[in-house]
């Protein structure tokens, strides 16, 4: 009921859902994802392929998505999400 479409005036808006990130928590992501070190020959060095003008990551090769599902995705939402989603986004990357 909370997601549904809601009427205001001429126009229908979309609620925001539970894992929407506002600009400040894109901020505080990329910058955890920005401040990593992996050792050499784990993955690309992944604060290059993140843009901090954008909020983006950029050019990910098959090999750094895995790295950042298995391992890094689950320290950088930490503190950002609320434990529910937390709690999902952990299983699903654990899971893959």
Same mark, same amino acid.
């Given at each position: 009921?909370?997601?549904?479409?809601?009427?205001?005036?001429?126009?229908?808006?979309?609620?925001?859902?539970?894992?929407?990130?506002?600009?400040?928590?894109?901020?505080?992501?990329?910058?955890?994802?920005?401040?990593?070190?992996v050792?050499?020959?784990?993955?690309?060095?992944?604060?290059?392929? =993140?843009? !901090? &003008? *954008? %909020?983006?990551?950029?050019?990910?090769?098959?090999?750094?998505?895995y =790295?950042? !599902? &298995? *391992? %890094?995705?689950?320290?950088?939402?930490?503190?950002?999400?609320?434990?529910?989603?937390? &709690?999902?986004?952990?299983?699903?990357?654990?899971?893959?």
């Amino acid at each position: 009921m909370e997601l549904q479409p809601r009427p205001h005036g001429k126009r229908t808006y979309l609620p925001l859902t539970c894992h929407t990130l506002s600009k400040f928590e894109k901020l505080c992501f990329c910058g955890c994802l920005r401040g990593v070190k992996v050792q050499q020959g784990y993955s690309s060095d992944i604060n290059n392929l =993140v843009s !901090m &003008q *954008d %909020l983006k990551l950029m050019s990910l090769k098959s090999h750094d998505c895995y =790295v950042l !599902m &298995q *391992d %890094l995705v689950q320290v950088a939402i930490r503190e950002i999400l609320p434990i529910n989603v937390r &709690q999902v986004i952990t299983s699903l990357c654990i899971f893959f």
